[in-house]
Nanobody, 126 residues
Framework: QVQLVESGGGLVQAGGSLRLSCVGT????????MGWFRQAPGKEREFVRY????????YYPDSVKGRFSISRDNAKNTVYLQMNSLKPEDTALYYC???????????????????WGQGTQVTVSS
């Protein structure tokens, strides 16, 4: 098992930047692919970015293309989400998640992940 703790959220003006961090403990971090999701009030949890366990592959939806980037440092058991050009519609609770590589797994949906952090709030003011 792996325990995940996110940090780095906060209040920022539109156009600003934030970097979220997620530290994993309890298991070999590099064994897991990682994802970031977000959930706004009254909405379903939404996929934001994915990175493979080696860091070689990433996926992202059009809503964050060119603005959000993901990276990981397996030596520090940490995955990052760099968010630039933030918009009010990016306001949400942001979660990191870890999943075990396996045949047929879909990394852009919540069911593809086995472990979740508690979330960190990002609020973007207009």
């Amino acid at each position: 098992q792996v325990q995940l703790v996110e940090s780095g959220g906060g209040l920022v003006q539109a156009g600003g930047s934030l970097r979220l961090s997620c530290v994993g403990t309890g298991s070999t971090f590099s064994n897991y692919f990682m994802g970031w999701f977000r959930q706004a009030p009254g909405k379903e949890r939404e996929f934001v970015r994915y990175i493979s366990n080696s860091g070689g592959d990433t996926y992202y939806p059009d809503s964050v293309k060119g603005r959000f980037s993901i990276s990981r440092d397996n030596a520090k058991n940490t995955v990052y989400l760099q968010m630039n050009s933030l918009k009010p519609e990016d306001t949400a609770l942001y979660y990191c998640a870890a999943g075990s590589p396996r045949t047929g797994v879909i990394v852009t949906i919540t069911r593809g992940y086995d472990y979740w952090g508690q979330g960190t709030q990002v609020t973007v003011s207009s």
